[in-house]
């Protein structure tokens, strides 16, 4: 079983930490890496529940490989 990673997005302006992401989004690489692998990177909008700054992060990577997912 893959282990849950809980990731910080703080805000840029002031740190203020972000909850949820409004809007997310996923990557694709275009190209597998050495292993053959592809990347798939989920990105995430947040928003600053201080200041409001809008602000991009990453939500999670995943590989997609011959051997399945690897987080
Ligand atoms: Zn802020």
Known sequence: MPKKRT???NCPECGTPA??????WELVAPFPD?????T?????MYE????????RGVVSKAKLGSE????
């Open 48 to 55: 600053c529940p201080k200041c409001g700054k809008k602000f």
């Open 40 to 44: 798939v990177t989920i990105f995430g």
């Open 19 to 24: 909850k949820e992401p409004y809007k997310t």
């Open 68 to 71: 399945g997912i690897e987080l």
């Open 7 to 9: 990731q910080q997005h």
């Open 34 to 38: 050495k292993k053959m692998r592809i």
